[in-house]
């Protein structure tokens, strides 16, 4: 009888053996399938910086300062769903303004503040969408401050080589380049497949506030194509009700945009870089905006009433880049740009809105993780216009408020060292 309960008890143990080797192997097969990954990623850029701008009505005396260069934290992951699809998440944070307590020139908070924070799916054959608050195509895809999309400024080189620097030429609407470029809120994204170096994608910005009464949606359309160390690309960005604030231009605030019933803001570029075999890379762009406006017309001895006057003003702008690696560790980099006139403005001559930058510097990389660099920036603004710094901009009025600017006029100037360490 004991010998019969060995036995047995022996059985036992040994299907319990079985069927737990069993589960893991089916667990691991499970994990391997499901695919699960996940990474933290970011960077932390500092500068120290003396800067002025001088030239307008209210010059901004020269001062030193420590600039942060738009250093962010982000946690992503993926997990597999079946065959090649799979689901994916992020969440960025800007670590923006941390020299200054996170309190930026605006007086806005923007410590930890959101970035490229989505979710989504993801297939080689069908390509990607997510949701949620993302750089539009015109930015990711075909952006100036990456490899033909996104803003990687300083990690990899595209048009503007100098992006997430106080000498960046592009990337917002205060810039001299890539006016049209932005981060949709409330948005939705789709990218396809790459089919033998071509990719497409589009963008949504939905305005569900809508808290001037009018639908201020906003779209981007943009295609690129890569052969070996060729690409180009070019993008398409249009807002609803959105045109020229003509009132705060007339009384010297500067250019700038905000709702305005009926009339539209769009834009379009076309970009390209190149990297020869002597380690010299290039990049070309061209950006043309088309700012819709309204005013009411003044009555004349003709005609006593008074009429709401609608149209565009439109303005071109170009850009080049130049770099030379010297050796592993150090490369010299320049870029140009000019803005154009402001055709058909209702305010000032057409050429009073016009720009030039020129930025230059060179690059030290001690390993992937940590690289110093040191640069020179100089914008020239005509009488009306005030393109401003990148990163960190200059605000000669309204300092520390929410409707702070810099002076028409005022043309600023940057000398700056800077560390950038990679996690």
């Known amino acids: 009888m004991q010998q019969l309960n060995t036995k047995l008890t022996r059985r036992v143990l040994a299907t319990a053996l079985l069927a737990a080797l069993s589960g893991g192997v089916m667990a691991q097969s499970f994990m391997e399938e499901r695919k699960v990954e996940t990474r933290i990623y970011g960077f932390l850029n500092g500068e120290i910086e003396s800067v002025k701008a001088e030239g307008g009505a209210t010059p901004y005396g020269s001062r030193g300062r420590v600039s942060d260069g738009n250093s962010r934290i982000g946690f992503a992951g993926s997990i597999g769903i079946k065959g090649d699809v799979r689901g994916l998440w992020q969440i960025e944070g800007s670590l923006n303004n941390f020299d200054e307590g996170g309190i930026n020139g605006q007086g806005k908070s923007s410590t930890i503040e959101s970035r490229n924070t989505f979710v989504g799916i993801e297939s080689k054959r069908f390509g990607r969408f997510i949701i949620g608050n993302n750089d539009s195509v015109y930015r990711s895809l075909v952006g100036s401050g990456g490899a033909l999309g996104g803003n990687l400024g300083l990690t990899v080189?595209?048009?503007?080589?100098?992006?997430?620097?106080?000498?960046?030429?592009?990337?917002?609407?205060?810039?001299?380049?890539?006016r049209g470029e932005a981060r949709y809120k409330n948005s939705a994204h789709y990218l396809s497949p790459q089919w033998n170096g071509f990719q497409a994608g589009a963008s949504y910005g939905f305005d569900e506030v809508r808290d001037t009464g009018d639908d201020r949606a906003r779209y981007a359309l943009a295609a690129k194509y890569s052969i070996g160390a060729f690409s180009i690309g070019a993008g398409y960005d249009r807002q609803q009700n959105t045109g020229v604030d003509v009132e705060n231009l007339s009384k010297g605030f500067g250019f700038r945009n905000t709702s305005v019933s009926g009339v539209n803001t769009s834009f379009y570029k076309v970009l390209a870089t190149y990297k020869f075999p002597t380690k010299t890379s290039v990049g070309l762009g061209f950006e043309s905006g088309s700012y819709g406006y309204a005013r009411q017309s003044l009555p004349t001895p003709g005609n006593i009433y008074t009429a709401l006057q609608t149209g565009s003003m439109k303005q071109r702008s170009v850009m080049a880049s130049?770099?030379?690696?010297?050796?592993?560790?150090t490369t010299v980099m320049l870029a140009a740009g000019k803005l154009g006139k402001l055709d058909n403005t209702t305010f000032g001559r057409a050429d009073d809105f016009g720009a030039t930058q020129v930025s230059l510097g060179a690059t030290y990389r001690i390993d992937e993780q940590f690289m110093p660099y040191v640069y020179f920036t100089r914008i020239n603004n005509k009488s009306q216009q005030n393109v401003n710094l990148g990163q960190s901009p200059l605000h000669s009025n309204k300092a520390g408020t929410d409707d702070a600017f810099l002076a028409p006029g005022n043309s600023p100037r940057a000398f700056g060292i800077g560390m950038i360490a990679r996690f």
């Open 322 to 329: 130049l770099t030379q690696e010297v050796g592993f560790d």
């Open 157 to 178: 080189q595209g048009l503007d080589v100098w992006n997430n620097t106080s000498a960046q030429l592009s990337g917002n609407a205060d810039s001299l380049f890539g």
